[in-house]
Antibody, heavy 119, light 109 residues
Framework: QVQLQESGPGLVKPSGTLSLTCVVS?????????WNWVRQPPGKGLEWIGE???????DYNPSLKSRVTISIDKSKNSFSLKVRSVIAADTAVYYC????????????WGQGTLVTVSS | EIVLTQSPATLSLSPGERATLSCRAS??????LVWYQQKPGQAPRLLIY???NRATGIPARFSGSGSGTDFTLTISSLEPEDFAVYYC???????????FGPGTKVDIK
């Protein structure tokens, strides 16, 4: 079954860029899937960030679209997230997840990684 | 943009009791409504999709119902491992994207 694992720096300075990668195991990233990022500030609810298809097509949360880029690297079976100009409110656990094309749900999730924005 | 609201925010119950959680959409989502369970320190776990279909491996005590704007997640008899936060979710076509409800916490009374 599909496994996802996030990685990246746990601490980012304010105004810097948050960069995370999600490696997909036991399933080709080029299959009929959308690859998602979701975040959760400490003690709060879930916020969808965006998703990417293997073709490179992306959709983003309108509230974050101006600061976010999601990209895909088929050679490494991975996809990545960049959030620019971060502030303290971007502190959250960041999850990667899979959505099978044609369906509305996220069925496989990574374990999540905490990113703290602080000087 | 479709907004999801969940009620109650917190539900305090005892093991063995029935839990009824509500999710309301600001406009019709047909039956395209999803439920997740999240325990502390864990990623969300898919429970129900298309309003009433249990995901693989989900016990039969979990059931979903509803269509249009009003949806319900029912846990027929709470087990100790069911005390968690539950989120509903929908995916819109325009603007395209996923939205989550604010969550309902089911805690031990």
């Amino acid at each position: 079954q599909v496994q996802l694992q996030e990685s990246g720096p746990g601490l980012v300075k304010p105004s810097g860029t948050l960069s995370l990668t999600c490696v997909v195991s036991d399933g080709s990233i080029s299959n009929n899937n959308w690859w998602n990022w979701v975040r959760q500030p400490p003690g709060k609810g879930l916020e969808w960030i965006g998703e990417i298809y293997h073709s490179g097509r992306t959709d983003y949360n309108p509230s974050l679209k101006s600061r976010v880029t999601i990209s895909i690297d088929k050679s490494k079976n991975s996809f990545s997230l960049k959030v620019r100009s971060v502030i303290a409110a971007d502190t959250a656990v960041y999850y990667c997840a899979r959505r099978y094309s044609g369906y509305d749900y996220l069925d496989y999730w990574g374990q999540g990684t905490l990113v703290t924005v602080s000087s | 943009e479709i907004v999801l609201t969940q009620s109650p925010a917190t539900l305090s119950l005892s093991p063995g009791e029935r839990a009824t959680l509500s999710c309301r959409a600001s406009q019709s989502v047909s039956n395209y409504l999803v439920w997740y369970q999240q325990k502390p320190g864990q990623a969300p776990r898919l429970l129900i999709y298309d309003a009433s279909n249990r995901a693989t491996g989900i016990p039969a005590r979990f059931s979903g119902s509803g269509s249009g704007t009003d949806f319900t997640l029912t846990i027929s008899s709470l087990e100790p491992e069911d005390f968690a936060v539950y989120y509903c979710q929908q995916r819109g076509d325009w603007p395209p994207g996923i939205t989550f409800g604010p969550g309902t916490k089911v805690d031990i009374k």
